[in-house]
C-alpha cells in the first residue's frame, strides 16, 4: 500500500472544515454540560424529595443510555412530534446533555469537598443562602473539580465522530465523505487520528498541570 500526499493535500480543506465543526461541538456541548450539570447538582440538594426524586431518575436514565441512542432519538424521533433541530444544534444538545449527568456528579463531590467549618461560618454571618452559595461554597467546591471537568472535555471530543451518525460532518464525517468519493481510506484517516492525538493529549498534560497548579 503506498502513501499517497497528493490524497492528503486535496483532503486538508476538509479536514480544517471538520475540525472547526468538531470544535464547535466540543465548546457548545462542555459549555451545556457545566451550566446543567451544576443546576442538576443543586436541584439534587433540594430539601424537597419531590425536586430530588424526579432529576434522580432522570439523569440515571440518561447516564445509563447511550449517547448514540439519544442522539437518534433527538434527530429522528422528535422531529415526529414536531420538535426540529439542525444536526450541528441536535449534537451540541445531545452531548451537552449527556455529560451533564457527569459533570453533575463532578459538582457534587466538589460541593461535599467543601469543609462543614464553610457552612457554619456562613450560617454565624448571617449570609443569605444565595450569598452562601455564591461567595462561599461554590468558588471552592468548582476550584476542587476543574481537573475532573477538563478530563471530560477530553471524553467529549472523543465522542464527537458519533455526530456524523445524524449527518453533522466533522472531522471523521469529512474524512468519510472523502473517501467515499475518492477511494481513498487510508490518508484521510489517518489524518483526522492524528489530528485527535495532538488535540486531546496536549489538553491532558494541561489538565494535568492545572491539577497540580491548583493542588499547591
Sequence with gaps: MKWDWD?????????????????????????????????????????????RWPVGVVTEFIRNTPLLVQLF?????????????????????????????????????????????????????NLPMRRTWTAVILPQA???????????VISMLKDTPLLMAITVLDMLGEARLFAQQNFQFTEPLTVIGVAFILISYPASLLMRALERRLVR
Design 7 to 51: 490524497a492528503v493535500g486535496d483532503f486538508m480543506p476538509h479536514f480544517w472544515d471538520g475540525l472547526l465543526v468538531t470544535l464547535q461541538a466540543l465548546v457548545l456541548g462542555s459549555l451545556i454540560s457545566f451550566a446543567l450539570g451544576l443546576v442538576w447538582a443543586l436541584l439534587m440538594r433540594a430539601p424537597s424529595r419531590w425536586v
Design 142 to 152: 468548582i476550584r476542587r473539580v476543574v481537573p475532573a471537568l477538563g478530563n471530560y
Design 73 to 125: 432519538f433527538l434527530f429522528y424521533v422528535l422531529p415526529e412530534w414536531e420538535i426540529t433541530f439542525s444536526a450541528m444544534t441536535t449534537g451540541v444538545v445531545a452531548i451537552g446533555l449527556h455529560y451533564s449527568t457527569y459533570t453533575m456528579q463532578v459538582y457534587r463531590a466538589g460541593i461535599e469537598g467543601v469543609p462543614a467549618g464553610q457552612w457554619e461560618a456562613a450560617t454565624a454571618l
